[in-house]
């Protein structure tokens, strides 16, 4: 089993910082994909950003400039460094690693954590 512990989450006012951590244990394949992604009350889950075991990146071009992901690979944990924030950026982020081991693909989520940003 996997297990995802995020934390960072907060209230800010628009145009600060906040920083989140996802803290991956368990049996985690060392070739992964770690992400963050965002629900927005009465929308869908989508991505914020990715980044492989090897630093690939990925965002979604509403973060593009603002946000940076980046990776401890010896501790498992996932880093979004979110600046000049948005209220439209306020959701509940879910940390996400996923994996293929022998043919079988893994797919874990953390329980959300969730940021605010005032106007």
């Known amino acids: 089993q996997v297990q995802l512990v995020e934390s960072g989450g907060g209230l800010v006012q628009a145009g600060g910082s906040l920083r989140l951590s996802c803290a991956a244990s368990?049996?985690?394949?060392?070739?992964?994909?770690m992400g963050w992604y965002r629900q927005a009350p009465g929308k869908q889950r989508d991505l914020v950003a990715t980044?492989?075991?090897?630093?690939?990146?990925n965002y979604a071009d509403s973060v593009k400039g603002r946000f940076t992901i980046s990776r401890d690979n010896a501790k498992n944990t996932v880093y979004l460094q979110m600046n000049s924030l948005k209220p439209e950026d306020t959701a509940v982020y879910s940390c996400?690693?996923?994996?293929?081991?022998?043919?079988?693909?893994?797919?874990?989520w953390g329980q959300g954590t969730q940021v605010t940003v005032s106007s």
């Open positions: 996400n690693v996923r994996f293929l081991k022998i043919m079988v693909s893994y797919n874990y």
């Open positions: 980044i492989t075991s090897a630093g690939i990146t």
């Open positions: 368990g049996s985690i394949f060392s070739i992964n994909t």
